[in-house]
């Protein structure tokens, strides 16, 4: 919802256009959209390569001058795959969450931060006040940390509903005739929503 793996192939086919030996490594798990390209979710695709373990695919890297590797908080070997890659010389872009769901650090990825020349956070839309949203909020009850899933299992919210138990999903395109101002107690600002919607 933030544009990450957005983000990592923008990166790479610069790298690409510029004739850097490129390899995209993407989870394995992750079938949401393809089982062989790293994909986002409005559908721009690049070929990857699948694992559920970095470190077997060293092999591969050999004659690569760029790794991209997408959902890096899944990968339990990133930080020292990473770390090893561009110790060899390899340039590394890794697309990331830094937290779950539940603001918590995700896996060891933060411990790959200052390790590296450049991070990048980016962030999303809060779904429910159109603010910036640098969290997500879980939709269903299942408790688990790696649940992969976009927009049916999450929400990107901002630090005010992200505090809100249940924030209502609202649409920035309903028609102005159907809408009015209300005000968010807890977000402090004013928002477009139905009149039956009342936080």
Do not use: W
């Amino acid at each position: 919802l933030s544009g990450k793996t957005t983000e990592l192939i923008r990166r790479l086919k610069r790298y690409m256009f510029a004739n850097y030996r490129c390899m995209i490594i993407r989870y394995a798990n992750d079938l949401r959209y393809s089982s062989t390209d790293v994909s986002t979710h409005d559908r721009q695709k690049l070929p990857a390569v699948s694992g559920t373990l970095l470190s077997p695919l060293e092999p591969d890297t050999v004659e690569i001058d760029v790794i991209g590797i997408d959902e890096g908080q899944f990968f339990p070997d990133t930080v020292d795959f990473s770390e090893r890659m561009a110790n060899n010389g390899k340039i590394v872009v890794v697309a990331a969450l830094d937290g779950t769901y539940q603001r918590q650090g995700f896996g060891n990825i933060l411990n790959l931060v200052p390790l590296a020349e450049n991070v990048t956070k980016l962030t999303a839309v809060c779904m429910s006040c159109f603010n910036e949203a640098s969290f997500t909020k879980r939709l269903g009850a299942e408790k688990e940390v790696e649940l992969i899933g976009g927009e049916e299992k999450y929400m990107a919210v901002c630090r005010e509903c992200h505090q809100l138990e249940s924030p209502v999903k609202r649409s920035p395109f309903k028609q102005l005739s159907d809408m009015h101002v209300i005000k968010n107690d807890n977000c402090k600002r004013n928002l477009f929503a139905d009149p039956a919607v009342q936080t």
